[in-house]
């Protein structure tokens, strides 16, 4: 793998690992304190630090999996070359896109 994909994988994952597990924390948290989902939503709406945590998310997201694919991809098919990678550069693109539309809606 290149050392480039290679670290930005490994700092992706750090950022992951502390991500879901705020996630998984805050949800806990007030789930535990009865608040429904839309009570939840209804909290966060227009909050820009939920805002700015989840558009960290999703880019890490948007790095780190197309990376992990990409090595998947080429350990099981013959699949190499610019065309692999130009698709894997898409995929990204479209996590990015599907990621902050959910952002957005959420907290804009």
């Given amino acids: 793998m290149n050392p480039a994909l290679f670290v930005a994988q490994r700092l992706t994952a750090f950022v992951l690992a502390l991500a879901?597990?705020?996630?998984?924390?805050?949800?806990?948290?007030?789930?535990?304190?009865?608040?429904?989902?839309?009570?939840?939503?209804?909290?966060?709406?227009?909050?820009?630090a939920f805002m700015l945590f989840y558009s960290v998310f999703v880019?890490?997201?948007?790095?780190?999996?197309?990376?992990?694919?990409?090595?998947?991809?080429?350990?099981?098919t013959p699949w190499r070359?610019?065309?692999?990678?130009?698709?894997?550069?898409?995929f990204s693109l479209l996590l990015l896109a599907l990621g902050f539309r959910a952002v957005y809606a959420v907290y804009a």
């Avoid at 996630?23 to 909050?47: D, K, Q, V």
């Fill in 81 to 90: 070359g610019r065309s692999l990678d130009a698709a894997l550069v898409l």
């Fill in 20 to 48: 879901v597990a705020v996630h998984l924390g805050t949800i806990l948290y007030a789930i535990r304190g009865g608040l429904t989902a839309g009570e939840i939503l209804a909290r966060t709406h227009g909050n820009a």
């Fill in 59 to 76: 880019i890490a997201v948007a790095i780190h999996a197309p990376i992990g694919l990409r090595s998947i991809i080429r350990e099981w």
